[in-house]
């Protein structure tokens, strides 16, 4: 997955330039001409809806990589009116802004998968991911896969991301690395890709064992507040281990438990690094998170948002608590129980 692009759309003439961009990267990872048009046609549509309702509207587009190949993420956030009947709103010919009423229907069936959730005058979440026709439709998972979201930006004016993640999957067991280079920009960016080199080498051991050897692989670059969640899904526990400012947070049935991290800087100064389980469940949450993402959030404010793909869980918390003055990730896991 690369970095997100994060688009305003909040009058008309940004539509064209949402339009444009996505269709630039779908060509870019294969997508023929009329796949390519199928990404124009739902980016317009979204767009557009954003521009009629939002107060403030903004895409995100990433492009993903699987074992089918490629396919192209759409996300669109407002902080809009929000729907209070959604699927009155997915039928053709409904509409509160005197159009036809076809968008939402029309973006839907394009997409390979498609997801909203919205909160009267909280706004709107819209996710849709399209593939190449060469590729199948997502399959559904086992009920053991284990399915992801991730909002990954670098600070606004800034191209290049200090923050970096990373996942390995075992059998019945998942790995997640969230890490923070010190400040931003290049700099920041080896340090935290250098977590990830240690962190993929390593991917067999525990995350305690796992940040000490990144704290010694770290000491000639500037450091970095890393995090590592290894969930069991046999034992249903998740052990955490962390050092520096990376939030982890699992939610169950509504609780939301916040795991311990310590204080210091891997690579430079990690006086006391250690392991904590926690419970986990088929219908738990992770969510971990730098520090570009403020901590006060509380997914009890969104009514159904924890049933939702993960994917749409990390836009709709990048869009009320982002802090654009930091580089910025939110990754969210959970099992998605087979169809």
Same mark, same amino acid.
């Given at each position: 997955?690369?970095? *997100?692009?994060?688009?305003? /759309? ?19 990872? !294969?997508?023929?001409? %009329? ?10 549509? @979204? ?27 759409? /996300? *669109?956030? $407002? ?7 959604? !699927?009155? +709103?997915? &039928?053709?010919?409904?509409? %509160? ?7 939402? !229907? ?26 190449? %026709? ?26 290049? +991301?200090?923050?970096?993640?990373? %996942? ?57 507040? *890393? ?5 069991? &899904?046999?034992?249903?526990?998740? +052990? ?9 947070? /699992? ?12 204080? !210091? ?25 730098? $520090? ?5 959030? $509380? ?20 869009? $009320? ?10 990754? /969210? @896991?959970?099992? &998605?129980?087979?169809?």
């Amino acid at each position: 997955m690369i970095n *997100a692009i994060a688009l305003p /759309v909040t009058e008309e003439s940004q539509v064209g330039e949402a339009r444009r961009i996505a269709v630039a990267l779908a060509a870019e990872v !294969g997508f023929n001409e %009329t796949d390519r048009g199928k990404v124009a046609i739902a980016i317009t549509e @979204a767009a557009k809806n954003l521009v009629k309702h939002a107060r403030e509207g903004e895409i995100l587009l990433q492009i993903l990589k699987t074992a089918a190949g490629y396919s192209i993420e759409i /996300v *669109a956030l $407002d902080r809009g009116p929000g729907m209070a009947n959604v !699927g009155q +709103c997915l &039928r053709d010919g409904f509409s %509160t802004a005197g159009t036809p009423g076809t968008g939402l !229907g029309a973006i839907k069936r394009l997409s390979n998968f498609f997801d909203i959730h919205s909160v009267p005058k909280l706004g709107t979440a819209l996710l849709m991911r399209l593939s190449p %026709t060469q590729n199948s439709r997502e399959a559904s998972p086992d009920s053991n896969y284990l399915e992801f979201g991730v909002v990954h930006l670098p600070k606004a004016g800034e191209q290049i +991301c200090g923050d970096s993640w990373a %996942t390995e999957n075992d059998l019945d067991k998942n790995l997640i690395l969230v890490a923070d280079g010190l400040g931003y920009g290049v700099l920041a960016q080896e340090a935290s890709r250098e977590a990830v080199e240690v962190f993929r080498e390593n991917a067999k051991l525990g995350p305690k064992t796992i940040l000490e050897k990144a704290h010694a692989a770290l000491k000639d670059t500037r450091g970095a507040a *890393a995090a590592i969640a290894r969930i069991d &899904r046999t034992k249903q526990t998740i +052990c955490f281990a962390g050092i520096g400012n990376i939030t982890g947070v /699992v939610v169950t049935d509504s609780q939301t438990r916040s795991m311990v991290s310590y204080n !210091g800087t891997v690579g430079h100064r990690m006086q006391k690094v250690a392991e904590f389980v926690y419970p986990w469940s088929q219908q738990s949450l992770l969510i971990m998170h730098s $520090d570009g993402l403020a901590a006060q959030w $509380d997914l009890n404010r969104y009514p159904g948002l924890a049933t939702r793909h993960p994917a749409l869980i990390a836009a709709v918390l990048y869009r $009320d608590f982002k802090r654009t003055r930091d580089d910025m990730t939110v990754v /969210v @896991a959970k099992v &998605r129980e087979a169809a």
